[in-house]
């Protein structure tokens, strides 16, 4: 995909951007296609549809307002880098750590890194509920980011213990965030977070419910979360 089509669906969706970026995006989304020819990084195929589903839904969040210009970010569970690669290349002045259980995964991303010339982005080969443990890692970020990975009870185990206080969790979910507040809501207390309203991340020409639910952090996490590896999982907090 050309660098001026890409531009187009920038401008279309009002996410800002810096004159390199559609390069980056360009380069980014042609190296999916062809890895995903030989790994499962995404069910989408379409070169449009890959397009606006995974890097313009990820970028939208820069129309919030939540996003700091600098600071850090990891992207826990990050798959094939999204959001944190291509926030990392919206926004060249925020350290991204991207972070997932699998290394064929990032060596997908170390691919990207290099062709695209990327350097604040580094990668992590970790679980969630062992990285947040590491002191090197325990709410040391400003913002810990997921897309479409657990519903937000889960979610919330995996990211709070990231971020340091008054940092934020930002969380992407879809249609299923109703259905999932009530639990989230009370797990997140228990990990020191607080809920804020969600903020509805259009993209133009789809009929896409998604959404950004930002978590405040408003106290340390108790020094018994994250549970072991699995357990988050298993035994959701706040059911």
Avoid at 18 to 42: F, Q, V
Avoid at 44 to 52: A, C, G, N, V, Y
Avoid at 200 to 216: A, F, K, N, S
Wanted: aromatic share 6%.
């Amino acid at each position: 995909m050309n660098a001026s089509v890409i531009t187009d669906r920038l401008k279309r969706n009002s996410i800002p951007f810096h004159s390199e970026l559609p390069e980056k995006i360009g380069i980014y989304l042609n190296l999916l296609i062809e890895w995903n020819r030989h790994m499962d990084l995404t069910a989408d195929t379409e070169e449009d549809e890959i397009l606006d589903r995974h890097f313009i839904d990820s970028l939208t969040v820069l129309r919030t307002g939540l996003l700091p210009a600098s600071g850090n970010l990891v992207d826990v569970g990050t798959g094939a880098g999204f959001p944190g690669l291509v926030l990392a290349m919206a926004c060249p002045e925020l350290r991204v750590t991207l972070m997932d259980a699998q290394q064929k995964r990032l060596r997908f991303l170390d691919a990207v890194l290099q062709e695209t010339g990327t350097g604040n982005a580094s990668t992590l080969h970790a679980r969630a509920e062992d990285a947040a443990r590491n002191p090197l890692f325990r709410e040391g970020f400003d913002v810990a980011a997921a897309r479409a990975l657990a519903p937000l009870n889960v979610l919330s185990e995996y990211l709070l213990p990231f971020v340091r206080v008054n940092g934020l969790a930002l969380c992407w979910k879809g249609p299923s965030l109703a259905d999932e507040l009530d639990a989230g809501r009370r797990a997140a207390h228990l990990l020191g977070g607080r809920l804020e309203m969600p903020v509805q991340c259009t993209v133009c020409g789809r009929e896409w419910d998604h959404r950004i639910l930002p978590v405040r952090k408003i106290q340390k996490t108790a020094s018994a979360y994250p549970r072991k590896a699995g357990i988050p999982k298993a035994k959701p907090l706040g059911g």
